[in-house]
T-cell receptor, first 112, second 118 residues
Framework: SQKIEQNSEALNIQEGKTATLTCNYTNYSPAYLQWYRQDPGRGPVFLLLIRENEKEKRKERLKVTFDTTLKQSLFHITASQPADSATYLCALSDTGGFKTIFGAGTRLFVKA | GAVVSQHPSWVICKSGTSVKIECRSLDFQATTMFWYRQFPKQSLMLMATSNEGSKATYEQGVEKDKFLINHASLTLSTLTVTSAHPEDSSFYIC??????????????FGPGTRLLVL
């Protein structure tokens, strides 16, 4: 069955450092991959989308890589801030977005 | 950006009662909306796809008679949890995809509804 794995352990980093989150998947060939941020008790907020034919995408302090051979995506937050503390979800979608599956997320804590 | 609202944000009800949750796209039209359920520290689980003007499509294992979905207009979808029981207590989130180039890519999520059934 299709499976997305994100590190279930929380990631604790110091302010100013780069946070790197990992998303691995199996039994799936997504057309694109997305990263969302979710704060406690809130719905997810879209951050970045990267397509299967793209290797890297950047948006301000955020960078996403997508390796379809390794079936892995890395999500980087540079110059991290305490306000970046949240849970980050990885999501895979088929062509047309008819089916999207979400990972359980990785909790990030950025300490001042 | 696209905004999706949900109402109510919190609901507490007695076992056996029905609860209706509304999902609205405020500044765009959504022919499709998704309903998810999320348990603590778990991923979003898709319950059903709501389609304007037609019947909803339910995921395997989701009882359509228990979770009634009505997509009444291009900006409103409702989820009714009928005869709610404590095991239905969860965080319910709706989303509406954008329709860039005919593809339903990015999803814009509502703030979620916390349901507690006593």
């Amino acid at each position: 069955s299709q499976k997305i794995e994100q590190n279930s352990e929380a990631l604790n980093i110091q302010e100013g450092k780069t946070a790197t989150l990992t998303c691995n998947y199996t039994n799936y060939s997504p057309a694109y991959l997305q990263w969302y941020r979710q704060d406690p008790g809130r719905g997810p907020v879209f951050l970045l989308l990267i397509r299967e034919n793209e290797k890297e995408k950047r948006k301000e302090r955020l960078k996403v890589t997508f390796d379809t051979t390794l079936k892995q995506s890395l999500f980087h937050i540079t110059a991290s801030q305490p306000a970046d503390s949240a849970t980050y979800l990885c999501a895979l979608s088929d062509t047309g977005g008819f089916k999207t599956i979400f990972g359980a997320g990785t909790r990030l804590f950025v300490k001042a | 950006g696209a905004v999706v609202s949900q109402h109510p944000s919190w609901v507490i009800c007695k076992s056996g009662t029905s609860v209706k949750i509304e999902c609205r796209s405020l500044d765009f039209q959504a022919t499709t909306m998704f309903w998810y359920r999320q348990f603590p520290k778990q991923s979003l689980m898709l319950m059903a796809t709501s389609n304007e003007g037609s019947k909803a499509t339910y995921e395997q294992g989701v009882e359509k008679d228990k979770f009634l979905i009505n997509h009444a207009s291009l900006t409103l979808s409702t989820l009714t949890v009928t005869s709610a029981h404590p095991e239905d207590s969860s965080f319910y989130i709706c989303s509406a995809p954008t329709s860039a180039g005919g593809l339903r890519e990015t999803q814009y999520f509502g703030p979620g509804t916390r349901l507690l059934v006593l």
